[in-house]
């Protein structure tokens, strides 16, 4: 079952979309240098996580331990924070976190370079913002979902990069993940008609080579098969009577 937020609910998730985007404004992205760890990212998040009276949604999570999803380069999701895992010039890094405040969550992800990229690397990221913005698009009352899906999937394909089959966005609110499923890939007009006070997760997973992936032996880590370069991007988006609102963005991002 979809779930329908009330105002009520909707009001909590924008300040909890607020929260989560300003520790990626004030404590992540600083963090973004060569020689800094993962472990050292995820243990700063926790303590910020403190500070706003927020709770992590992803540790515990089927016995994770950590706060956070931080992924290097050839890994697309769910890379595991590690005080052996050194940030270095070159490496595109994925942070991907979800909390919630009051009971209500917000799911997010952005893209970090240390140091300068290489063009092909920044048009991957470019790509991968333009399909997420491409998917927020379509999220409107009326829509079908896979609207969404085909929208990501036309705005990455034409640009010549691959899109991951194996994961997918989702519902959010109270949990995590609630239905319904957001696929990256599809054709339009398929699926639920998009209502008012429905709350997505959009998430577009995208690789420099082919859309293969597989879990490395940590059991997490999910690393696309050919070792080319991912990106992953992910907001928080409401579905309203008008224009789609991003609940993990602050003013002029």
């Known amino acids: ?10 009001d909590v998730m924008r300040q909890s ?10 404590v992540v992205a ?5 020689g800094i760890t993962s472990a050292a990212v995820d243990a ?25 999803c931080i992924s290097f380069s050839d890994e697309v999701v769910h890379g595991v924070p590690s005080s052996d895992k050194v940030f270095k010039l070159g490496d595109l890094i994925k942070v991907d976190v979800c909390s919630s405040f009051n009971g209500y969550c917000a799911d ?27 998917g927020i698009a379509e999220a409107r009352e009326g829509r079908r979902l896979s609207d969404i899906s085909a929208a990501v ?22 949990k995590m993940h609630e239905e319904p499923e957001v696929p990256n890939f599809g054709k339009a007009g398929k699926g639920p008609i998009l209502k008012a006070g429905m709350t997505l997760a959009i998430e577009p997973m995208i690789t420099e080579g082919g859309y293969h992936v597989y879990i490395a032996h940590d059991g997490w880590t999910v690393k696309t098969r050919d070792r080319s370069l991912a990106a992953h991007v992910e907001d928080t988006v ?16």
């Open 238 to 253: 409401l579905i309203t009577q008008g224009e789609p609102e991003v609940l993990t963005r602050l003013e002029g991002s």
């Open 44 to 68: 700063a998040i926790e303590e910020a996580f403190l500070h706003k009276e927020m709770k992590s949604e992803v540790k515990g999570f089927m016995g994770y331990k950590h706060v956070s």
């Open 153 to 174: 999937q036309r705005e990455v394909e034409r640009n010549g990069f691959g899109v991951v089959r194996d994961f997918a966005g989702h519902g959010i609110g109270k």
């Open 108 to 134: 997010m992800t952005r893209v970090f370079f240390i140091g300068t990229p290489s063009k092909k690397a920044q048009k991957l990221v470019n790509i991968a913002y333009n399909a997420l913005d491409a």
């Open 30 to 34: 600083p963090m973004m240098k060569d």
């Open 17 to 26: 979309g607020k929260l989560l985007a300003n520790i990626f404004d004030s």
């Open 1 to 10: 079952m979809i779930v329908i937020k009330d105002k009520v609910a909707i």
